[in-house]
């Protein structure tokens, strides 16, 4: 008797658990989904006119700066705000300072095309930011923008 019971559960918890589907999303989904929310932003703000990285990250370069630019293991310091595609700031912070390879990856990608002095606009898919975990402020698979201002270049 406990041998036929514990078959029946055991089949049943089979049964079951291969009736569940995996829930998370599908990366290339978000990815698709993600440039196209970031295609209509840019054409709502026809002022913006951004590149797109073959990487997927977008950015307009405001001003070039001058004299060399950072490398990856420069160390930075930036004057920066955030916000979401819906426009709802979620961060800033002036004179930030932070070695370049060990910031989010849409940074590292967009801040060596300018020098010091120069400033950029950086539109961000999820998977280039916070990702799916996201922040206490930005939600998981959020596009993120930002303004770089880049102060100071130390190789």
């Known amino acids: 008797m406990k041998r036929t019971l ?12 291969s009736c569940l589907k995996d829930k998370s999303p599908d990366p290339k989904e978000i990815a698709l989904n993600e440039d196209g929310n970031i295609k209509n932003y840019l054409a709502a703000h026809p002022e913006i006119s951004a ?20 490398g990856p293991n ?26 370049l390879s060990d910031l989010l990856r849409s940074w590292q990608i967009s801040i060596p095309l300018i020098a010091a002095g120069g400033e950029i606009l950086i539109i961000s898919p999820s998977r280039l930011a916070y990702g799916t975990a996201g ?8 596009t ?12």
Do not use: C, R, W
């Open 6 to 17: 514990f078959a029946l559960l055991f089949a049943s918890s089979l049964m079951l658990t």
């Open 51 to 70: 590149t797109k990285d073959t990487s997927g990250v977008y950015y307009q370069v405001i001003s070039p700066g001058s004299g060399t630019h950072s």
């Open 74 to 99: 420069a160390t930075i310091t930036i004057d920066y705000s955030g916000q979401l595609l819906s426009g709802v700031t979620f961060n800033g912070q002036t004179d930030y300072k932070g070695k």
């Open 135 to 142: 922040t206490s402020q930005i939600p998981p698979n959020s």
């Open 144 to 155: 993120v923008i930002f303004d770089i201002k880049l102060k100071k270049i130390e190789q």
